[in-house]
């Protein structure tokens, strides 16, 4: 069977949105409730291959415990071939590093950094991603329910890997 090639566009539709991080362009899809992470090649390949890998562990490590499961949107884990395209129709995969994408599911509500958060949270959850292996959690973004309970968690990582320029 022939893998499908999923093409994401820099732009925003009624069905579709596109925002930009530090290190990746993340892709939302409304439709069927996604997002897609692809990395940037504005910075070494070696480093983004490091947070991309990162990453992907802690998710699978995260998805694996029982207390944290929770707290992740779902992990899809890569998609295998991925074609970007300007929001003019134009190709610009090469401004990404394409094989370094992960879909997970589509989280909506209050997005806060988790250094923002107080009370027991903030000492409860640092433990359950320390004993999973997840180091790196501290700069990770939280989706709050409408009571402002942590709901889900985003961008985290085994490690953290500093970029030095």
Known sequence: MEEKTIK????????????SGYY???????ENKTVIKVFKSDE???????????????????????????????FYGQEPS????????????????CDFNYKIELVEGEERKFGTITGDAAHYFPKLFLKAGINYYKDSSVFLDDKGNIKKFIDFATQEYELIH
Do not use: M, Q
């Open 8 to 19: 994401l566009i820099e732009g925003i539709t009624d069905s579709f949105d596109c925002k």
């Open 24 to 30: 990746a362009k993340i892709f939302l899809n409304y």
């Open 44 to 74: 070494t390949f070696d480093h983004c291959k490091n947070v991309y890998e990162s990453e992907v562990k802690a998710y699978k490590l995260a998805e694996s415990k029982e207390e944290l499961k929770p707290y992740i949107p779902i």
């Open 82 to 97: 991925i074609e970007i395209f300007s929001k003019n129709g134009e190709n610009i995969s090469e401004k990404y590093f």
